[in-house]
């Protein structure tokens, strides 16, 4: 998405907020709004004018070059949250359960920087993508089941956590 907006004649370098819902454009001239507008549109944006950096000058922003450290925060996030149910689970000891954690957030980063959503991407697409690639990097350490299970454990808390409009079913 930023590298779509960052091609536009115009645009400065696009950012998105920490939390990935707001996107930050700024022109060199008016007459590119409107190809900035469209650009949001068909990427499923909706979009604002906003004059200056009143509303959202105090929030962090990412532009191309830096938003990966944005997914790999994200995958931490998602690991430490998933795991300590898993880890009980498996009867991990701490170290056993911190080399998961890191396998975990590891698959999840390079699912995020590998994978691109357009305009129209199913639901789920990236939650179905980055479950198998957590349940790939979890068997050699948990076995087939506890691979499979971890999947599972990863999809339910990131189906709970989808917005409506991206829930599978």
């Given at each position: 998405?930023?590298?779509?907006?960052?091609?536009?004649?115009?645009?400065?370098?696009?950012?998105?907020?920490?939390?990935?819902?707001?996107?930050?454009?700024?022109?060199?001239?008016?007459?590119?709004?409107s190809d900035a507008q469209q650009a949001l549109h068909e990427?499923?944006?909706?979009?604002?004018?906003?004059?200056?950096?009143?509303?959202?000058?105090?929030?962090?922003?990412?532009?191309?070059?830096?938003?990966?450290?944005?997914?790999?925060?994200?995958?931490?996030?998602?690991?430490?949250r998933v795991m300590p149910a898993v880890a009980r689970d498996?009867?991990?000891?701490?170290?056993?359960?911190?080399?998961?954690?890191?396998?975990?957030?590891?698959?999840?980063?390079?699912?995020?920087?590998?994978?691109?959503?357009?305009?129209?991407?199913?639901?789920?697409?990236?939650?179905?993508?980055?479950?198998?690639?957590?349940?790939?990097?979890?068997?050699?350490?948990?076995?087939?089941?506890?691979?499979?299970?971890l999947a599972r454990t990863l999809w339910d808390d990131l189906?709970?956590?989808?917005?409506?409009?991206?829930?599978?079913?």
């Open positions: 998405m930023l590298a779509r907006l960052n091609g536009l004649d115009g645009v400065r370098p696009a950012e998105v907020d920490h939390r990935g819902q707001l996107q930050r454009i700024r022109l060199d001239r008016s007459e590119v709004v990427l499923g944006f909706a979009t604002d004018d906003v004059t200056g950096d009143a509303p959202v000058g105090a929030l962090r922003w990412y532009g191309a070059d830096s938003v990966r450290e944005l997914s790999r925060e994200e995958a931490e996030v998602i690991a430490h498996k009867g991990l000891d701490r170290a056993a359960a911190e080399q998961l954690r890191s396998a975990v957030a590891g698959a999840l980063y390079g699912c995020f920087t590998r994978h691109t959503l357009a305009a129209g991407t199913p639901p789920g697409a990236l939650r179905a993508v980055c479950s198998v690639a957590v349940e790939a990097a979890a068997q050699p350490l948990i076995g087939g089941d506890g691979a499979r299970s189906e709970m956590r989808a917005q409506p409009e991206d829930r599978d079913g």
